[in-house]
């Protein structure tokens, strides 16, 4: 009864680290996305997948990569971390158009 | 581009009051509507799906409306409470179930 656990919920990295940011889903849904959410830009999508080994870029994708290797998971990588990249990252899942569930998010801070 | 438009951006209003929240939207082909309340710090809830070929839904003291044509939608709630103060977010649903969403309406329901 997890629904969508991301993890970590709070992380501060320096200019140039890398990290991962993973999201599980247990509802054995085929739909998986990374949104960003800022102050007065509301959500946008990062990247998302159809179904495990595909992904796809959204609409802000640069400085991002992703993998879905098993369905359940879906992992949201930064190579080199900017401080434009200081955000709420959401992940969700749901089949093709309904079902839509959102993690609770992950607060990062580039500094 | 689809764009997701909210108004207002805030709203106040005393206890009881009922009240109407706007999204528009400047693509009418979408696959849905979906309205979401998100609490401070906190992931996003879903309240209520519209289908496209849906002209509006029930939840309790909530009701979403749907005009594709218009690219409009309203989310309606009745006798408003307290506990009802929370950010309401609206988004449409694209071809790959991928969301677009509004900036959102924040609501404040005062004692």
């Known amino acids: 009864n997890a629904g969508v656990t991301q993890t970590p919920k709070f992380r501060v990295l320096k200019t140039g680290q890398s990290m991962t940011l993973l999201c599980a889903q247990d509802?054995?849904?085929?739909?998986m996305y990374w949104y960003r959410q800022d102050p007065g830009m509301g959500l946008r999508l990062i990247h998302y997948s159809v179904g495990e080994g595909t992904t796809a870029k959204g609409e802000v994708p640069d400085g991002y990569n992703v993998s879905r290797l098993k369905k359940q998971n879906f992992l949201l990588g930064l190579e080199s971390a900017a401080p434009s990249q200081t955000s709420v990252y959401f992940c969700?899942?749901?089949?093709?158009?309904?079902?839509?569930?959102f993690g609770s998010g992950t607060r990062l801070t580039v500094v | 581009k689809q764009e997701v438009t909210q108004i207002p951006a805030a709203l106040s209003v005393p206890e009881g009051e009922n009240l109407v929240l706007n999204c528009s939207f400047t693509d009418s082909a979408i696959y849905n509507l979906q309205w979401f309340r998100q609490d401070p710090g906190k992931g996003l809830t879903s309240l209520l799906l519209i289908q496209s070929s849906q002209r509006e839904q029930t939840s309790g003291r909530l009701n979403a409306s749907l005009d594709k044509s218009s690219g409009r939608s309203t989310l309606y709630i009745a006798a408003s409470q307290p506990g009802d103060s929370a950010t309401y977010l609206c988004a449409v649903g694209g071809s790959q179930g991928n969301l677009i969403f509004g900036k959102g309406t924040k609501l404040s329901v005062k004692p």
């Open positions: 509802m054995n849904h085929e739909y």
């Open positions: 969700a899942s749901s089949y093709r158009f309904h079902g839509y569930t």
